[in-house]
């Protein structure tokens, strides 16, 4: 028990950070493209080769492609897919879409990771406001990444923030079940898994240049999900919207260090 009360997350040292942020970036690019580019009438297969050609422009592979068999360069959840959608030729993009694209880079053995959603046209009303709500709750989750503060701590600020942002933004959201952030580094999951909930003060201790990959998903209707056929893609079970916003975050004596930060 006193060992366990002792574990800490293993930290990076500055250089590495500097090299994850380098990987980071190039993440951020290809979001940011995505995310400028997208437009009706689209595929998702479409954004999945903007992506691809910024990741790879930038002299790093994109960490996706291949990953335990995942066949595209970034994941593409649209709507009631929670995340882990796969690309297709098939799926067009439509007004009104909710679009949420995942996205990693490898760039000199280190890996960056990081998400957004946005949507296609003009979304509706309660729509908007999920987004919106789950963007605020990473990065107002993401303040307790401090060193001294244990892997809980994150949690729970994620899903104090979570109820503030059903305050601030006026709807009822659900904290998708089951899935969460995680340790990241030379590989793109690593040990912990980070919750998206739970009570503070628990888990392993946060050092300075300890990293998470920190990534609130939250649902209109239900925390309830299913995997789809493929193996892959999530989805809630009563067809409602869901957002998904991630950062890879770094905890430094100045206070958490987005190392995927977008322009």
């Known amino acids: 028990m006193a060992f366990r009360r002792t574990k800490k997350i293993p930290a990076k040292t500055p250089g590495e950070l500097d090299a994850m942020e380098a990987a980071g970036r190039v993440v951020a690019a290809a979001l940011t493209a995505v995310r400028t ?7 998702t297969a479409d954004l999945n080769a903007i992506a691809e050609d910024v990741i790879r422009s930038h002299g790093a592979v994109p960490t ?8 595209a360069s970034i994941c593409s959840s649209v709507n009631d897919v929670i995340v882990h959608g796969i690309p297709s030729d098939e799926e067009k993009l439509f007004d009104g879409d909710l679009v949420s694209i995942d ?5 000199d053995g280190w890996v960056g990771d990081s998400a957004l959603t946005f949507g296609i046209g003009d979304l509706d009303v309660e729509h908007d406001k999920l987004n919106k709500a789950t963007e605020y709750t990473l990065y107002q989750g993401m303040q307790a990444m401090v060193p001294g503060n244990r892997l809980t701590d994150v949690s ?4 104090v923030a979570t109820r503030e942002a059903e305050q601030k933004f006026g709807v009822t959201l659900h904290i998708v079940d089951g899935y969460g952030g995680h340790g990241i580094g030379r590989t793109m999951h690593e040990d912990p ?16 240049g300890s990293v998470l990959a920190i990534e609130p998903m939250l649902a209109l209707g239900t925390a309830d999900n299913g995997v789809l056929e493929d193996d892959w893609t999530v989805v809630t079970l009563d067809g409602s919207f869901a957002s998904h916003w991630e950062h890879t975050v770094a905890a ?6 987005i190392l995927t930060l977008r322009d």
């Open 252 to 257: 430094t004596s100045h206070g958490p260090r």
């Open 37 to 43: 580019q997208a437009r009706a009438g689209m595929t």
């Open 64 to 71: 996706f492609l291949g990953y335990e068999g995942f066949p």
């Open 156 to 159: 729970h600020a994620l899903e």
């Open 193 to 208: 898994f980070l919750a998206n909930e739970g009570r503070p003060g628990r888990g392993p201790i946060i050092q300075e």
């Open 103 to 107: 996205c990693g880079a490898t760039l």
